[in-house]
Nanobody, 115 residues
Framework: QVQLVESGGGLVQAGGSLRLSCAAS????????MGWFRQVPGKQRERVAS???????NYADSVKGRFTISRNNAVNTLYLQMNNLKPEDTAVYYC?????????WGQGTQVTVSS
């Protein structure tokens, strides 16, 4: 069992920045991959950024150059630094982890970008 708790969402003006955090109940060494997804009402959840074994990074084209995924192994926390935010980045952001083939999700944190 894995618990993931996101924090750091909020309301920001376009061009601003936010940093999301995801605290995990297990050490990262047990995860095949971790990532950030987002979802808006009426649309499918989409992958924003992921970090896999071997520090393999992947980003959605829409966030490349603006978002950075990183982790702190000492405190089992995953981060998403979001810069130059745009109104279309408005969504609920979810943390995700693959542990022994099972996928776990956090409860989500709302990010709202005003124009």
């Amino acid at each position: 069992q894995v618990q993931l708790v996101e924090s750091g969402g909020g309301l920001v003006q376009a061009g601003g920045s936010l940093r999301l955090s995801c605290a995990a109940s297990r050490t990262f060494s047990s995860f095949v991959s971790m990532g950030w997804f987002r979802q808006v009402p009426g649309k499918q959840r989409e992958r924003v950024a992921s970090l896999a074994t071997g520090d393999i990074l992947n980003y959605a084209d829409s966030v490349k150059g603006r978002f950075t995924i990183s982790r702190n192994n000492a405190v089992n926390t995953l981060y998403l630094q979001m810069n130059n935010l745009k109104p279309e980045d408005t969504a609920v952001y979810y943390c995700n982890a693959n542990h022994l083939g099972f996928i776990y999700w956090g409860q989500g944190t709302q990010v709202t970008v005003s124009s």
